[in-house]
């Protein structure tokens, strides 16, 4: 504990080129990987059937995915779903069109009808389908949701900080979630619409930590007037880095205890939480502050106007 009784003085700003090395090549990583592999999308947004299936001892999932590729259902997903004794099967319209509820029905009761003819004792919990025109407006709607909490985020912070902190922090922003798609892209995550709020989640925590450190910032350029931009951010960051990583540390704790114990449903938005915290935690620290500084931020665009006029100094 002694790390966090005493101010620490690590020079940040003098490592920023590491990290914006480091930040351009995930990010280009994770464009190409989800460039060439795509997202794995649920059902939320491809649409298709969900099938919840019951046993009455522990489910013998490969025995029960080999018997929907022998009945044809080749693009079947089969899961554990809450238990050991319940299995989750997916099948998306990509190979199984369907045109509307009748047919949706008809399928899920074949896949069904071929499950419990190897094993009689299956109970059918949950069946649940998704169109595919309700999944593209769900994609619609969940990309504009993405974009609606960046460009608020962007006039925020204008608003309360200064423009060169907005460009940084939207910057930052979109490095979060680029990072976790890219992620869930290379090892072919299920991305559904409990995902998306694991997204979302992650910009807002990722924001949160961001103005901590803005704040200290401004603080910082109004009473420290003989330092120079680097040094107060340096400062700021020093000022705040316990706050940072005690939050940090203490929200993966709890998120990555949903990961093991959630359940199947969970885990997805789960993973995007942990993942996001890392890299939010990352991103607070040397993404945004680097970014301001890169873009020309002097202690004159924090300053009333008055004040400003008097003191010419950087």
């Known amino acids: 504990m002694e790390f966090f009784k005493h101010r620490t003085q690590i020079d940040f700003m003098s490592q920023r080129k590491w990290p914006a090395v480091l930040s351009t090549i995930l990010f ?50 089969v899961n554990s779903y809450g238990t050991s004794k319940e299995v989750s099967i997916t099948l998306p319209n990509k190979t199984h069109a369907v ?35 309700v999944g593209k407006e769900l994609t619609t709607k969940g990309l504009l949701a993405v974009i609606i909490a960046l460009l608020g ?14 460009v940084g922090s939207t910057i930052a922003l979109i490095h979060d979630p680029v990072l976790i798609l890219g992620i869930f892209s290379f090892f072919h995550l299920e991305f559904n619409l409990i995902v998306l709020a694991g997204v979302l989640t992650v910009i807002g925590y990722s924001l949160n930590d961001t ?7 401004r603080e ?16 700021a960051i020093n000022q705040t880095l316990s706050r940072t990583l005690m939050t940090s540390a203490l929200t993966l ?30 991103s607070s620290i040397y993404v945004a502050g680097s970014l301001a500084l890169a873009l020309g931020l002097k202690r004159q665009h924090l300053l009333p106007p008055s004040k400003a006029l008097l003191d010419g100094r950087p």
């Open 28 to 77: 280009v990583l994770s464009l190409v990987s989800f460039g060439i592999n795509g997202l794995n999308l649920g059902l939320d947004f491809t649409g298709g059937t969900q099938l919840v299936l019951s046993f009455p001892t522990s489910a013998p999932i490969n025995a029960i995915r080999d018997t929907l590729q022998q009945a044809g259902f080749t693009e079947a997903n």
């Open 99 to 133: 045109t509307d509820e009748k047919g949706e029905n008809a399928k899920k009761d074949a896949v069904t009808a071929s499950v419990q003819k190897l094993f009689p004792t299956a109970k059918l919990m949950q069946a649940d389908f998704t169109g595919s025109i």
């Open 153 to 166: 985020t962007m006039i925020y912070i204008a608003m309360r900080f200064e423009v060169r902190f907005a």
């Open 211 to 217: 103005i901590v450190i803005f704040d200290r910032i």
């Open 220 to 235: 910082n350029f109004r009473r420290l007037r003989k330092s120079t931009p680097i040094e107060i951010i340096n400062q």
């Open 253 to 282: 704790m709890v998120v990555v205890t949903l990961f093991f114990l959630g359940g199947q449903v969970l885990r997805g938005f789960a993973a995007a939480l942990i993942i996001g915290i890392v890299v939010g935690t990352y």
